[in-house]
């Protein structure tokens, strides 16, 4: 999600590079990244990672607003030479962090069988 931040902030709010530490070369030539590519970090550094993230795309977006309301076009530009506006990013935004929590029930529920409307159990 760290990842995906930085590329909302990047194509889509500030029209500018993405920020460190990812390298495009790194997730657009390795189809596999996604499963090793934090393999050996620590917890506390992935948290930090995603925070950071988190705080460059709130920074972008209170700039963005502060010139406009959601319905503006961000700098992103589709194949039709169209851009979409803040609002549709953030809905893809809203999916692609609804995607990734799924995908950590699924993992939780893989550990001790419950799922996501069970009660807790003794």
Do not use: C
Request: charged share 30%; aromatic share 10%; glycine share 8%.
């Amino acid at each position: 999600m760290a990842l995906n931040e930085d590329r909302f902030t990047a194509e889509w709010l500030t029209d500018g590079p993405i920020a460190p530490p990812w390298r495009a070369s790194d997730f657009e030539t390795d189809p596999e990244w996604d499963w090793h590519s934090a393999a050996d970090d620590f917890l506390e550094e992935l948290y930090a990672l995603w925070r950071g993230a988190v705080e460059r795309l709130d920074g972008a977006l209170a700039a963005m607003l502060a010139d406009g309301g959601v319905d503006q076009p961000t700098k992103f530009t589709i194949s039709t030479g169209e851009s979409p506006n803040l609002r549709g990013m953030l809905v893809d935004l809203h999916d692609e962090y609804a995607r990734h929590v799924g995908h950590a029930d699924l993992f939780r529920e893989s550990v001790d069988g419950l799922v996501g409307e069970d009660p807790p159990q003794p």
